[in-house]
């Protein structure tokens, strides 16, 4: 079993930049895919990216596409979401989770391991 902790999140103005950092712990984390989500107030928990075991296939959400790169070292098991050109629709709590499933999977259901969340706030 894995253990996930996010980190990184913050209040920043619209237009800048965070980094957000998830490590993993206990199992390596080579064996699981990868992905990023968020929750903002009222509102259900949608897929943000994911990325696969190797690191060398991604997957974004429409909404952040071309804005936030999904990336992983395994070595430091460590998966980061580099967030640019954020906007005040970006305010949410964004949560790290693993999956066992091979493939890059946007829905939730597919991941069985969640980290605590951090919250992202995003000023206009």
């Known amino acids: 079993q894995v253990q996930l902790v996010e980190s990184g999140g913050g209040l920043v103005q619209a237009g800048g930049s965070l980094r957000l950092s998830c490590a993993a712990s206990?199992?390596?984390?080579?064996?699981?895919?990868m992905g990023w989500f968020r929750q903002a107030p009222g509102k259900e928990r949608e897929f943000v990216a994911s990325?696969?075991?190797?690191?060398?296939?991604?997957h974004y959400a429409d909404s952040v596409k071309g804005r936030f790169t999904i990336s992983r070292t395994n070595a430091k098991n460590t998966v980061n979401l580099q967030m640019d050109s954020l906007k005040p629709e970006d305010t949410a709590v964004y949560y790290c989770?693993?999956?066992?499933?091979?493939?890059?999977?946007?829905?939730?259901?597919?991941?069985?391991?969640w980290g605590q969340g951090t919250q992202v706030t995003v000023s206009s």
């Open positions: 206990g199992r390596t984390s080579i064996d699981y895919g």
């Open positions: 990325i696969g075991r190797s690191g060398d296939s991604t």
């Open positions: 989770a693993a999956s066992l499933n091979y493939g890059l999977w946007s829905q939730s259901f597919m991941y069985s391991i």
